[in-house]
């Protein structure tokens, strides 16, 4: 009944028919291969009353939809991103795998994803390529996660360095103490840090005269070229 009038496109596309179609579908989620076609099909502006929802279908299924739309990648891009910003709802405990690469940033863009230590962790191993990202939009939130202890990998440091020259005064002070501190992580895994970053590194009067030159050594391939 429901796939033929949507195929003649005789469905209104609003928050009470989606909705009705997702939890009235016999499929297993509910967002099935005909609702997602109806939603990329449809030529008019997402419609999805977050409130309106939860009055007709409760918070826990809210957050069910939420979950599914999240994980579908099949999606058009602009549809998704329309979609998961209506839901007005964030993760402070992100589990959800197998989204696309694509689908994750615009999780991420839109601030989704909490930064906390478990969020990062799960994003570290599930969605590593998305990790700098994350680190990005977060950045704040990220470096008190590290003041605080919470992010003890010095691996995880690689982020910040990347972010040196575009950082606000705050940020980039806070930066050059971890590098000062992290030192000699930097010399024994040869890391290498943007110029401007490395110019404050080889600035310090209390760095070692052989830890100087090492810094320097790392570099100088960049350098050179």
């Known amino acids: 009944f429901w796939a033929e009038l949507m195929d003649r496109n005789l469905v209104c596309y609003n928050t009470q028919n989606l909705c009705d179609y997702y939890f009235a579908s016999e ?3 509910g967002l099935d291969g005909q609702l997602v076609h109806f939603i990329n099909d449809s030529k008019e502006a997402i419609i999805l009353d977050a409130e309106g929802l939860i009055e007709l279908y409760g918070e826990e299924k809210k957050g069910n939809m939420l979950d599914d739309i999240v994980c579908c990648n099949e999606l ?3 549809k998704y991103e329309k979609l998961v910003k209506a839901f007005d709802m964030f993760y402070t405990g992100f589990d ?4 696309a690469e694509d689908k994750m940033q615009i999780l991420i863009r839109n601030e989704m994803i909490s930064m906390n230590n478990e969020n990062f962790t799960f994003l570290k191993e599930k969605y590593p390529t998305c990790l700098a990202e994350f680190v990005q939009w977060n950045l704040k939130t ?6 605080e202890g919470q992010l003890e990998d010095e691996a995880d440091l690689q982020y910040l360095w990347k972010l040196y020259p575009t950082g606000e005064t705050e940020i980039k002070e806070k930066i050059e103490k971890l590098v000062e501190e ?5 010399i024994t895994e040869k890391i290498m840090v943007p110029f401007p970053l490395l110019i ?10 052989d830890d100087r030159k090492l810094v320097l050594a790392n570099h100088l391939k960049n350098l050179t070229h």
């Open 76 to 78: 058009e891009n602009d």
């Open 27 to 29: 499929s297993e989620n």
């Open 96 to 99: 959800l795998e197998g989204i």
């Open 142 to 147: 990220y470096l008190e996660l590290i003041e």
């Open 200 to 209: 404050h590194i080889l600035q310090k009067d209390e760095l070692d005269g």
């Open 182 to 186: 992290h030192i000699q992580y930097l």
